[in-house]
């Protein structure tokens, strides 16, 4: 299978010219023989690994499984006195879960938390020839977002193999002394405007100013009054689309099957010199609720989602390339979804690109904790808010799901303590990102702080289909073995989606094969039993707001996919399409 092993800019939101790749081999030691920075700088490593793969992994060049709590890594890069005539910039995707980083002996800065990005600037610690040197400390704590790994030493259920360390690529930027670190992009679909929140390191007394460019009918278009902001004050602009005509909706909005993206330039200006450049986008996309239904662009719009943990055979969780990024999306168009639950992961922000440009909503969903402690609560806060900052443009993204199926608050029946952590992580995202909406706790015990009446059901089949045609059972009664909403709380009118069901296992002799009830012993049965529990929520188009299948490919001893962990179809892909991509009847 191709990995990256092509240059390909790691943040596609976020784009710079000048920049360098350090994915590919490093120095690499899995055990504790080093106490300090020192020692590791000063000794032998045992092993190579190709990052950005976690050891755990075939294509890392290691491929080992069992635990380790402490892993280091060191490489060396050289930089040519242009790299260094400005500021330089080390980014990190991804690195689980502590991360320590030294440059040329000394501390370049700490990062905790698995899944999100971070970056120091080391324009004082970096010279000609420079040693890299990163210590990662992961453990089986239950009290830290670790969503889909194992904490038994072991794969079990629909728990997987760890990753440790870093997973994500690592990279380089070169700027001027002054340079921009966001650029944050709210559209207003109503106003046909969308407000800019800039943010800028030794920035004093400079502005940036805003293009916006797109395309009508193949013409290339730029947003009138583009915007200048001065970055010393409120660090805000308007972007203006005043000649855009709403009868031609399709051309301008945002949706999966009209994909339309709004490039905006950022430029930081001293005087008449351009310091730094930047390229993102946008699109010109709302998602709301209205009445018991959800709108997307102001029309009501049927959710047709698939549950995706995002696990590759030899990569696990890191995409082995852009290619098999953009396959796993065009694939799910092709059986008929408009949208993917990415369950219990933060992607590669390569992913959200390609889902924005192909045109799939996406829900984004934090990884869990499995205690409910302080330390538990502080990692999901501080990784929720970087994930909502890094990629807060993304019009693909239309769902914050914070918890899911009660994970690390087991207890949020009953206790009120766990009931408002719940509704924190509500009104954060709300002040976050108002402009999205929030399945609090997807699949049940909801609290009143929710706009999704979310349903997780695997024991839906063909003699019990009629169960939902009391609406009751969804909003009172048990939706297999748990009560829709926790106590003292109640169903508010939300728009209702069961957003887990099928997992019909289907497979060949995978050892220890898992899935939800009884296997489907051929083709036609699994089919079958899949069409039949879909076509209820597609005919009952006025009761639900859509569903998401569980779920696009196996995983490991998980055989519930549509599609093998290889990505071979269990079924034709157009037999599939006409049961998930069905019309209303």
């Known amino acids: 299978m191709e990995t990256f092993n092509k240059p390909t800019y790691p943040r596609p939101d976020f784009a710079r010219e000048s920049w360098e790749s350090l994915d590919g081999e490093w120095e690499f030691d899995s055990g504790e023989r080093f106490q300090t920075a020192e020692e590791a700088l000063g000794s032998d490593f045992e092993e190579k690994i190709q990052v950005p793969f976690c050891y755990q992994s075939q294509a890392s060049g290691i491929g ?151 395309e009508v009918d193949g013409e290339k278009k730029e947003a009138r009054a583009a915007a200048q902001i001065s970055v010393n004050e409120k660090g805000r602009g308007i972007l203006v689309f005043p000649d855009y005509d709403h009868r031609a909706a399709n051309d301008f909005y945002w949706s999966p099957e009209h994909p339309n993206l709004i490039g905006v330039t950022a430029e930081l200006w001293a005087g008449d010199d351009c310091l730094d450049r930047v390229e993102t986008y946008f699109g010109m996309r709302k998602i709301s609720v209205h009445n018991g239904q959800l709108l997307l662009n102001n029309r009501p719009y049927f959710q047709r989602l698939v549950l995706d943990q995002g696990y590759w055979r030899d990569t696990l969780l890191t995409p082995p390339s852009e290619e098999a990024i953009k396959k796993d999306i065009e694939l799910t168009k092709a059986m008929g979804f408009n949208g993917a639950r990415k369950h219990q992961k933060i992607e590669d922000p390569r992913y959200y690109y390609w889902a924005d440009k192909l045109g799939l909503l996406v829900w984004g969903e934090m990884p869990s904790a499995y205690e409910f402690n302080d330390r538990a609560m502080r990692g999901t806060y501080r990784e929720l808010m970087e994930f909502v900052k890094r990629d807060y443009n993304h019009p693909c993204i239309v769902c914050w799901v914070p918890l899911n199926e009660s994970w690390g608050v087991s207890n949020i029946m009953n206790d009120l303590r766990q009931q408002d952590y719940a509704r924190s992580l509500y009104y954060m995202l709300k002040a976050l990102d108002p402009g999205r909406i929030v399945s609090t706790n997807d699949g049940w015990e909801h609290v009143d702080e929710n706009d999704i009446c979310s349903l997780h059901d695997y024991a839906l089949f063909e003699d019990n289909l009629d169960k939902y045609d009391d609406p009751g059972y969804y909003t009172e009664k048990n939706v297999e073995h748990r009560l829709p909403t926790a106590s003292g709380n109640r169903y508010h009118g939300e728009p209702v989606m069961v957003t887990e069901y099928g997992g019909v296992a289907f497979s060949g002799d995978e050892q220890g094969a898992w899935g939800y009830y009884e296997a489907a012993r051929s083709q036609e049965e699994f089919l079958s039993r899949i069409k039949k529990t879909t076509e209820k929520f597609i005919s009952s188009r006025g009761r639900f707001s859509g569903f998401c299948y569980t779920q696009l490919t196996d995983v490991m001893q998980e055989v519930n996919g549509l599609l093998d962990m290889d990505r071979n179809p269990k079924a034709p892909l157009e037999r599939l399409k006409e049961i998930f991509g069905r019309e209303f009847y």
């Open 64 to 214: 080992r499984t069992e635990d380790r709590d402490t892993v280091w890594y060191r490489r060396e890069f050289r930089l040519s006195p242009e790299q260094r005539n400005g500021s330089v910039q080390l980014h990190f995707g991804a690195v689980d879960y502590e991360a320590q980083v030294w440059v040329n002996g000394r501390c370049a800065g700490t990062h905790r938390g698995g899944h999100t990005s971070f970056s120091f600037d080391i324009t004082y610690l970096a010279e000609e020839r420079n040693s890299l040197l990163v210590k990662a400390v992961d453990t089986l704590a239950c009290d830290r977002p670790r969503g889909k790994q194992s904490w038994k030493g072991r794969n079990f259920g629909c728990w997987y193999t760890p990753t440790t360390g870093i997973w994500q690529s690592v990279w380089l930027t070169f700027t001027s002394r002054s340079y921009l670190t966001a650029v944050k992009i709210t559209p207003n679909l109503d106003a046909l405007t969308a407000e800019v929140e800039v943010e800028a390191k030794n920035a004093r007394s400079m502005e940036v100013r805003l293009k916006a460019h797109y």
